[in-house]
């Protein structure tokens, strides 16, 4: 009861914040401060990531990391606001890239591992919450559809799927689903994690619905099937954090959020669902 206390106070100060920064976003002067909220938790997932990696005894270039994990986010928000910039994002990985083995220089033991580690860091985290600025400013401002209603349309329903799953698996939960991995899942927990994604796609579709214009180029099918899809892809998240947890022999990313472990643990889902709407946006799937 005590942890789920925690839980629950951690994640309505997490509300809301989001209900302080996400109506904002797309004003002018506001925009840099949003995006460095952004930056400032890819950045802090980045480092946790990296101190993972060191208990496996791996030196990850942590601090030019982080550097490079918040001027790639920035990167983002020029890349989304001017069309002339859409490579920004893409030179920045390189010159990263260029950066991680312009340090290992200095000595040749585990350079290999030392690299990847470090590049892997970025992919891992920096890339996927860059996909929070460019879902928020994927539409232009004159147009009806709103990238902020699909950012809250994101967080809500990955975030359900932990709810369901914690719910259910609470409550009815006896078959385990990857037992080495996180003992506490199970199958019964999975399916209820898409049963509350579903819903809570449901209901957001109705709620843009009931607006005189919709603000999410969204079909009832679509809602349905979109917040399968989201259920499934944050629940691989989830697990595939445990995974570098186990390897690392810890139960938590950091101690930085009561009730919740560290950041990674926090964005863990969000990391895989972020790239998965965004491919459906670009696709044109979508409305």
């Given amino acids: 009861m005590n942890e789920l206390k925690r839980r629950i106070m951690t994640s309505a100060m997490a509300i809301v914040f989001l209900c302080i920064f996400i109506p904002f976003s797309t004003y002018p002067a506001f925009k840099p401060v949003f995006v460095a909220m952004i930056a400032a938790l890819a950045a802090m997932g ?7 990696a ?3 005894g791996f030196q990850p270039m942590a601090r030019t990391g982080v550097v ?3 001027i790639f986010i920035f990167s983002t928000l020029v890349s989304s606001n001017y069309y002339d910039y859409t490579y920004l994002p893409s030179v920045v990985l390189g010159v990263a ?6 340090k290992q220089f200095h000595g040749i033991e585990s350079a290999i591992v030392n690299i990847s580690t470090s590049v892997f860091g970025l992919l891992y985290v920096a890339v996927p919450m860059s996909c929070l600025v460019c879902i928020t400013y994927f539409f232009l401002p004159e147009q009806y559809y709103d990238g902020r209603w699909w950012l809250v349309y994101l967080i809500v329903v990955t975030k359900m799927s932990d709810v369901g799953g914690f719910f259910i698996g609470k409550w009815i939960g006896s078959h385990k689903l990857a037992k080495k991995l996180s003992p506490k899942k199970t199958w019964e927990g999975s399916i209820g994690g898409i049963i509350f994604s579903v819903a809570a796609s449901l209901i957001l579709y109705y709620l843009a619905q009931s607006k005189p214009v919709s603000p999410l ?10 917040g399968v899809l989201i259920a499934i892809f944050g629940q691989v998240g989830d697990v595939a954090e445990s995974l570098f947890k186990r390897d690392a022999k810890i139960k938590d990313s950091g101690h930085n959020l009561p009730g919740m472990g560290g950041v990674l643990d926090l964005l863990d889902a969000i990391l895989f669902t972020a790239p998965l709407l965004l491919f459906f946006l670009k696709s044109g799937i979508l409305g």
């Fill in 217 to 226: 180029n969204i079909t009832l099918i679509q809602a349905l099937w979109l």
């Fill in 68 to 70: 490079f994990t918040v």
């Fill in 54 to 56: 060191k208990l496996k």
């Fill in 46 to 52: 980045v480092w946790e990531f990296y101190q993972m």
């Fill in 97 to 102: 890239f260029l950066a991680f083995i312009l």
